[in-house]
């Protein structure tokens, strides 16, 4: 099971309002919760639950401090859950992306703050969406079959240095 919830909304320090806050808390925490519920029931032996996070939970962009506290959440979740693993027959772990090349992303940013992204990761490009998906089969696989409560970045170093 993958659980890719994700929501994120700049505001300037100071400058959150309640129904952002509720509206990234109900989508990134709130989901992923609910998802895993639904899903747990039908999880057959030894699956593995992989949630989505993100780099801004080490790196934190400015007004995006709830969307990186929301997604702190979810790997905290994670961790819990991988506590209970053993008694429910699956294991969990956490993907984080860096920026990654998808529609949405090539939408909303100009070329230029493409660049600036570009420029801010090690190794000097953003993630293909393949890229992030292969990560994320690899914990849904059997490869990684020894991983509980583990997160793995792909984010070309962004993160990590």
Not at 130 to 159: K, R
Request: proline content about 4%; aromatic content about 6%; hydrophobic content about 45%.
């Amino acid at each position: 099971m993958v659980a890719n919830a994700g929501v994120g909304t700049s505001a300037p320090l100071g400058e959150a309002t309640e129904e952002m806050i509720d509206s990234v808390f109900d989508t990134n925490v709130k989901g992923t919760i609910f998802t895993f519920q639904q899903a747990l029931p039908l999880l057959s032996a030894n699956a593995s639950v992989v949630l989505t996070g993100s780099t801004a939970t080490t790196r934190p962009g400015q007004g995006l401090e709830i969307y990186a506290a929301s997604k702190a959440a979810v790997r905290s979740l994670a961790r819990g859950w991988a506590l209970s693993s053993r008694a429910h027959g699956f294991r969990g772990n956490v993907v984080s992306p860096g920026g990654t090349r998808t529609p949405g992303l090539l939408k909303l940013v100009t070329a230029e703050r493409l660049k600036q992204a570009e420029d801010a990761v090690p190794l000097g490009l953003l993630a293909e969406p393949e890229e992030i998906a292969a990560v994320t089969t690899f914990l849904a696989s059997d490869a990684s079959s020894y991983l509980n409560g583990a997160e793995l970045f792909a984010d070309g170093g962004y993160a990590q240095v």
